[in-house]
């Protein structure tokens, strides 16, 4: 285990600029991950700005706090073929991948859980916050997704797998592109009492909160942006509302 820890400034050419998990078990609390560096350019594998999670683990994090990690991809955390990843009342912030996803979740990545935590400012070339990928369980539980960045799903580049939104704020992300808030390409993503809107195209200045090519997306009991004021989103067994403007506070610390 590892208990208030820092792991800063560090850099590799291969695994997990800050650490590299692999075919073990490890409980995180307290542990704060910063301005690592993996400079791996030619395989998936070698990625992980702040931390590289593979091979049939479960890791636990609780109140950690990964910021300004840089990678190609997967800059804060990057979890490949691993068991269970579960992250709670934690921060991850202000990290960058130069191809996918400050947080890549890839390759069979088994269950992968955030509880209470915030994913706010981070940027990639494709999903800002957060890509998932085939063969994987994701939930978010009374998370915050806000002011990520990348030319495409700024929150939430969604490839394939089963992702459950739940008590969930998607909002203030802005994609140059396509899918402000999500890009949904494949599998399916299911919100419940989530809010889903205040995101933005800024190619065009317009709300742009999902961008769907494929999967299935459902809601119950959600606030959506407009543009998802349709069938079935909008059938009145599903409780949704629909508002371009959710009315949010700018994104605070509030104890």
Avoid: W
């Avoid at 009315?247 to 610390?253: D, F, I």
């Amino acid at each position: 285990s590892l208990s208030n820890v820092v792991i800063d400034h560090n850099k590799t050419a291969s695994y997990g600029g800050g650490l590299q998990v692999n075919h073990t078990s490890l409980n995180m609390t307290d542990v704060t991950l910063s301005n690592n560096l993996s400079t791996a350019t030619h395989d998936h594998s070698y990625t992980g700005g702040g931390i590289n999670i593979n091979g049939n683990c479960s890791v636990t994090m609780t109140r950690a706090k990964i910021t300004g990690n840089s990678s190609k991809n997967g800059a804060a955390i990057y979890t490949s073929y691993t068991n269970y990843l579960t992250v709670i009342d934690s921060t991850i912030s202000g990290n960058t991948a130069s191809s996918f996803g400050s947080v890549l979740v890839t390759g069979n990545s088994g269950t992968v859980s955030f509880i209470d935590t915030t994913i706010s400012g981070n940027h990639a070339v494709s999903g800002g916050g957060l890509i998932v990928d085939a063969g994987t369980a994701l939930y978010l539980t009374n998370v915050t997704l806000s002011d990520n960045s990348s030319p495409s799903g700024s929150a939430m580049l969604i490839q394939g797998g089963t992702s459950v939104v739940v008590n969930t704020t998607i909002s203030g992300n802005t994609a140059s592109n396509i899918g402000g808030g999500v890009e949904l390409d494949s599998g399916i993503l299911n919100l419940a009492n989530t809010i889903l809107a205040g995101n933005t195209d800024s190619g065009s200045a317009a709300p742009d909160d999902v961008h769907q090519t494929g999967g299935t997306l459902t809601a119950q009991y959600s606030l959506l942006g407009t543009a998802l004021d349709i069938a079935p989103l909008n059938n009145a067994s599903n409780k949704n509302v629909f508002n371009n403007a959710p009315g949010l506070a700018a994104l605070a610390n509030n104890g």
